[in-house]
């Protein structure tokens, strides 16, 4: 089913030049993406792929050398919203034939830049690309020959990236594959699921609530990646604990190139406890279903990006057992890392704002980590971190017995009654 709807959608680019009213029969049967375009009277540009993002765009007077200048938008989906601005285009040479050399002012709705530009021919392979900031828009000079160019704040790691990602992790590991549900738009939200009957301890890993956080969701390829790998240590982990990895929970938010939210305008990560949206109630019904009798969450990752790498932990005097667990394992993988990265812990929390990590602590007792990968962080070290990650983390969990991750909590000194206080615990 996800590799149809990627072939529709590849035909549909296909198409687009040749005949709209094929394209408009095939926009109909296919999802919707942001699918903006203007025309200038020497190029073309377009946001009509999953992850585009342009709002606007006009041309300007020419530059001193008499080249074409050209102003581009990117407004958020809604409002109020974190400012992290989003842009993802193609540029078309109308006349191939000719050079064109033209500069790309590329401005955000209220906000500051986030995301430094990057080039791509093939929507593949990309590299960053020189740039200047000036009143906090990006001006960048290109030259275009014969050749569609896409420029995009990170990679573009799209949908059609997770559905081919996905079952080639399945063909070759013990995980398999399996639908979790649906999106608002009707997307998949797909898992990647090892169980075994006679394990009882989850551990559970969640991606892509925010879209653009690209870094976040390489961190979570390569972890996955290193954690699906038939070897020794991974065998021991899998032999005692069942995993949940559920990479892309906002499909919606990815394919219309939002800078945070789902389709319905809302932060996926401050509806946790609420659950008032169809993407985190497949989690808690999943949470439901599958947490009863002996089964626990016993820990979770939650992966993003940031301005910088930081660990988002439960503070070690919260309700979360084993104590220590998040801290010493940070401790673990700054040993085990590069000196070039630096593991920056942030204990804290945010009781009733709907932040994962909080919610687990809550309903769970558990730790769980928000993983923030910096946005310029270098893609060799985000999967060295990663691969360093697993193997560290898998250890310390054997490490941990299964007593140890229940949590019990502290005996108070006080007046109530021993049938009191038990109740309290109840
Ligand atoms: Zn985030």
Known sequence: M??????????????????????????????STSNYACEFKDVHFTADFETGKLDACKQLANDKLGNEQFELLSKPENRPINPSPWYAFKIINKTPAEIQHVTLIIKSEKAKARYLPKISIDGKHWQPIPFEIIDEAIHIKLMLDTKDIYIAGQ???????????????AETSAFTLSKLGLSTEGRNIDALVYSKPENNEWFLIIGRQHPPEVTGALALVSFVEQLSKDQQLNRDFLERFNVMIIPNLNPDGVAN????????????????????????????????????????????????STQQD????????YAVAPQHFSENWLKKLKDATLSSFVVRQRPGSSPGRGVLKQYLADEYNIHSITYEMGD??????????????????????????????LYKPAIVESSLSETASKELQD
Do not use: C
């Not at 030049?17 to 095939?26: E, G, T, V």
């Open 2 to 31: 996800k590799n149809m709807q990627h072939a529709n959608y590849k035909l549909s680019n296909a198409l687009i030049r040749k005949s709209p009213s094929l394209l408009l029969a095939l926009f109909l049967l296919t999802f």
């Open 155 to 169: 990679e573009i790691v799209d949908n059609a990236f997770y559905a081919q990602w996905m079952p080639s992790i």
């Open 257 to 304: 190139g939002n800078w945070r939210h789902n389709t319905k305008g809302i932060d996926l990560n401050r509806d946790w406890g609420k659950f008032t949206q169809t993407e985190t109630q497949q989690v808690q019904a999943w949470l439901d279903e599958t947490l009863i009798e002996q089964q626990r969450l016993v820990f979770a990752l939650d992966f993003h």
């Open 310 to 317: 930081i660990f988002y932990t439960m503070p070690p005097d």
């Open 376 to 405: 310029n962080t270098e893609r060799e070290l985000i999967e060295h971190v990663a691969q360093e990650a697993v193997k560290t983390l898998m250890q310390q969990m054997i490490d941990t017995s299964p007593a140890s991750f």
